[in-house]
T-cell receptor
Framework: NAGVTQTPKFQVLKTGQSMTLQCAQD?????MYWYRQDPGMGLRLIYY???????DKGEVPNGYNVSRLNKREFSLRLESAAPSQTSVYFC??????????????FGPGTRLTVL | QKEVEQNSGPLSVPEGAIASLNCTYS??????FFWYRQYSGKSPELIMS????GDKEDGRFTAQLNKASQYVSLLIRDSQPSDSATYLC????????FGAGTTVTVRA
């Protein structure tokens, strides 16, 4: 049981390049989330997926797109990377959307630098 | 958009002392409250959850919730150097909203 996995762990991009961050969970969770974490800013929600087939914007969605490929996988795409997107990206999953008490589990993170 | 505010750090405490972390939130409808610990370069891990007013104890950790005052706190008793980390307060209905975190340093 690996929990939440993310690839890659590190990535360096040039401005304007595109890339996709991959996330998978093996806990049969319905909900999945993408956050970014910047120094002094805490965790900010980019997009989330309450269930397979649905996605919604979070607090900072501009410049990103997501795909909920199936119940296990939720990817985050940067179409044209900008230096402002340099950050640490965390994927998370949670059991049942209708229960606010469910615990959220995090992946190990992807450290992205955009030059 | 929920707002979650944590007391600004960093917080430095001697080994064996009590570390006290505070968090306030803006949405009165919030139902669940979590404390996550994040070591440098690592992902957040859940250490405490609390849903009802009052205290909840788990080992050296005690979470306190006061919904009327929209306030949740975390006490770390007998602080150890291994407790040195950033502590994130999170408030939930169906999505988690996080505070910016408080960095705790336990000095030997």
């Amino acid at each position: 049981n690996a929990g939440v996995t993310q690839t890659p762990k590190f990535q360096v991009l040039k401005t304007g390049q595109s890339m996709t961050l991959q996330c998978a969970q093996d806990m049969n969770h319905n909900s999945m989330y993408w956050y970014r974490q910047d120094p002094g800013m805490g965790l900010r929600l980019i997009y989330y997926s309450a269930s397979e087939g649905t996605t919604d914007k979070g607090e900072v969605p501009n410049g990103y797109n997501v795909s909920r490929l199936n119940k296990r996988e939720f990817s985050l795409r940067l179409e044209s990377a900008a230096p402002s997107q340099t950050s640490v990206y965390f994927c998370a999953s949670r059991g049942v959307l209708t229960s606010p008490t469910d615990t959220q589990y995090f992946g190990p993170g992807t450290r992205l630098t955009v030059l | 958009q929920k707002e979650v505010e944590q007391n600004s750090g960093p917080l430095s405490v001697p080994e064996g002392a009590i570390a006290s972390l505070n968090c306030t939130y803006s949405d009165r409808g919030s139902q669940s409250f979590f404390w996550y610990r994040q070591y440098s370069g690592k992902s957040p891990e859940l250490i405490m959850s609390i849903y009802s007013n009052g205290d909840k104890e788990d080992g050296r950790f005690t979470a306190q919730l006061n919904k009327a005052s929209q306030y949740v706190s975390l006490l770390i008793r007998d602080s150890q150097p291994s407790d040195s980390a950033t502590y994130l307060c999170a408030v939930s209905d169906y999505k988690l909203s996080f505070g910016a975190g408080t960095t705790v340093t336990v000095r030997a």
